[in-house]
């Protein structure tokens, strides 16, 4: 597995926000934040870049709106899975694939959603 260093399985992240209304979202965080629209897929999702920080904006069902997850790239995902699992870190579910990104769900002790990621356009 290529790493960005050896004590590190991640070489990116990304805080993905789920989204009421993409236009508007892109608009709020463009045009009020000031943060940099890097690219847009429609209104399946947008990558925003600022000083330290990459932004996902995803599209979310009513009552998810709101809700905030956090992206770790990977280079392989099944090692790292397996890596983070001799951890005793849990993952819900399988992977999802999802071309061109395929995913792995985990918790943290407060809840808060995490998830890896292989094969990221968002770099």
Same mark, same amino acid.
């Not at 805080?15 to 993409?22: A, F, G, K, Y």
């Given at each position: 597995m290529t790493a960005s260093s050896e004590t590190s399985l991640y070489n990116t992240g990304l805080v993905t926000i =789920?989204?009421?209304?993409?236009?508007?979202a892109v608009s709020f965080y463009t045009s009020t934040v000031g943060l940099q629209l890097k690219s847009r897929y429609g209104n399946e999702f947008a990558i925003l870049?600022?000083?330290? +920080?990459?932004?996902? =904006?995803?599209p979310a069902q009513p009552s998810e709106a709101g809700k905030v997850s956090i992206g770790l790239h990977v280079d392989a995902l099944e090692e790292a +899975? !397996? !890596?983070l699992s001799k951890r005793g870190l849990e993952f819900a579910g399988g992977i999802v694939d999802d071309p061109p990104m395929r995913f792995a769900f985990f918790r943290d002790p407060n809840g808060v959603e995490l998830y890896l990621a292989q094969e990221s356009r968002w770099r």
């Amino acid at each position: 597995m290529t790493a960005s260093s050896e004590t590190s399985l991640y070489n990116t992240g990304l805080v993905t926000i =789920l989204v009421r209304d993409m236009d508007e979202a892109v608009s709020f965080y463009t045009s009020t934040v000031g943060l940099q629209l890097k690219s847009r897929y429609g209104n399946e999702f947008a990558i925003l870049q600022g000083p330290g +920080i990459t932004i996902g =904006l995803h599209p979310a069902q009513p009552s998810e709106a709101g809700k905030v997850s956090i992206g770790l790239h990977v280079d392989a995902l099944e090692e790292a +899975i !397996a !890596a983070l699992s001799k951890r005793g870190l849990e993952f819900a579910g399988g992977i999802v694939d999802d071309p061109p990104m395929r995913f792995a769900f985990f918790r943290d002790p407060n809840g808060v959603e995490l998830y890896l990621a292989q094969e990221s356009r968002w770099r």
